[in-house]
């Protein structure tokens, strides 16, 4: 069965110092995979998807994650962390179940960025 | 329409009373998601709809849920005799693709409170 671990529930950084936020996944086949941000009091934004195309995916605000398949592992990382990069991420991966899709969610990582 | 829409945006009730949710996807997506998410926690799936059709509502937490949708717009969550436990954040989706790996596009949630 597909599940999605975020490893930190908790993650803080000071302004431009690099963020990591780590997501382990478990599948039998390579999945699409995606990266979430909900901003405090916002609607959930799609930062990122893998789909197999490029195992280095770039998406906005400067994120990028990077499918390591040995691994399997999908971690999302910035070079340099904003203030507005406060927020929580939630790591995402499809599933399909009794002819239903899911998209299974992590249960986040929040990140505190400090002045 | 531009974006996903959910009403009401929040819902203060009480316990025993029924309670219904709606949300318009954008307009000529085909399949539409619910989720819960608690206070602090992730998100929690619910239901997917293809169309007008829910091939599995195995993520419903009780037969007090419910979910509708007509042909390929609105839907609405119906729970009846609501519980404290129900108190939550409703979130819906909605995406172009029938299968995975579409990006999904939520709306800013139906806040539930009940007391």
């Known amino acids: 069965a597909q599940s999605v671990t975020q490893l930190d529930s908790h993650v803080s950084v000071s302004e431009g110092t690099p963020v990591l936020l780590r997501c382990n996944y478990s599948?039998?086949?390579?999945?699409?995979l995606f990266w979430y941000v909900q901003h405090p009091n916002k609607g959930l934004q799609l930062l990122l998807k893998?789909?197999?195309?490029?195992?280095l995916v770039k998406g906005i605000n400067g994120f990028e994650a990077e499918f390591k398949k040995s691994e399997t592992s999908f971690h999302l990382t910035k070079p340099s962390a904003h203030m507005s990069d406060a927020a929580e991420y939630f790591c995402v991966a499809p599933l399909l179940s009794s002819g239903t899709y899911k998209y299974i969610f992590g249960t986040g990582t929040r990140l505190k960025v400090l002045a | 329409g531009a974006g996903v829409s959910q009403s009401p945006s929040n819902k203060v009730t009480e316990k025993g009373k029924d309670v219904e949710l709606r949300c318009d996807p954008i307009s000529g997506h085909t399949a539409l998601y619910w989720y819960r998410q608690r206070l602090g926690q992730g998100l929690e799936f619910l239901i997917y709809?293809?169309?007008?059709?829910?091939?599995?509502k195995s993520g419903l937490p009780s037969d007090r849920f419910s979910a509708e949708r007509t042909g390929e717009s609105v839907s609405t969550l119906t729970i009846q005799r609501t519980q404290q436990e129900d108190s939550a954040v409703y979130l819906c989706a909605s995406s172009s693709r029938r299968g995975l790996g579409g990006e999904l596009f939520f709306g800013e949630g139906s806040r539930l409170t009940v007391l």
């Open positions: 599948s039998s086949y390579s999945p699409s």
């Open positions: 709809f293809q169309g007008n059709s829910a091939p599995d």
């Open positions: 893998y789909t197999s195309a490029a195992t």
